[in-house]
């Protein structure tokens, strides 16, 4: 039955993005209490844009490309921390960001976007 098929999708795609959210909220609690750290409206902004950035760097809809796009980030974030540039750690993603776009906008794993 494909519309119970498309309905049961939509269903899970609903869940797994309040699951996203709410996973989103509750870690920066977790994380900044114990630290003392006081909590704001931003709190968790920079985990979740920098996890946007790994989806975007392995390519959108591709999960084990996500992963991957995950692990180039953590290396390049530590390679800049390793070089003594620490103070530029979060600009990272957005720099890689930016480069992928650029270069490759469907990612390293995803499909190749057709030019207008």
């Given at each position: 039955?494909r519309f119970?098929?498309?309905?049961?999708?939509?269903?899970?795609t609903?869940?797994?993005?309040?699951?996203?959210a709410?996973?989103?909220?509750?870690?920066?609690?977790?994380?900044?209490l114990?630290?003392?750290?006081?909590?704001?409206?931003f709190?968790?902004?920079l985990p979740?844009?920098?996890?946007?950035?790994?989806a975007?760097?392995g390519?959108?809809g591709n999960?084990p490309?996500a992963?991957?796009?995950?692990?180039?980030?953590g290396i390049?974030e530590?390679?800049?921390?390793?070089?003594?540039?620490?103070?530029?750690?979060?600009?990272?993603?957005?720099v890689?960001l930016?480069?992928?776009?650029?270069l490759?906008?469907g990612g390293?794993f995803g499909s190749p976007v057709?030019?207008?």
């Amino acid at each position: 039955d494909r519309f119970g098929a498309a309905a049961a999708q939509r269903r899970m795609t609903l869940g797994l993005q309040v699951l996203g959210a709410t996973v989103l909220r509750v870690v920066p609690v977790e994380v900044d209490l114990p630290l003392g750290t006081p909590l704001t409206t931003f709190a968790g902004l920079l985990p979740g844009v920098k996890a946007f950035v790994a989806a975007v760097l392995g390519g959108i809809g591709n999960i084990p490309g996500a992963v991957v796009g995950g692990f180039i980030m953590g290396i390049a974030e530590n390679l800049v921390v390793w070089g003594g540039l620490g103070g530029y750690k979060d600009a990272v993603a957005f720099v890689i960001l930016i480069i992928i776009l650029l270069l490759r906008p469907g990612g390293l794993f995803g499909s190749p976007v057709d030019k207008v």
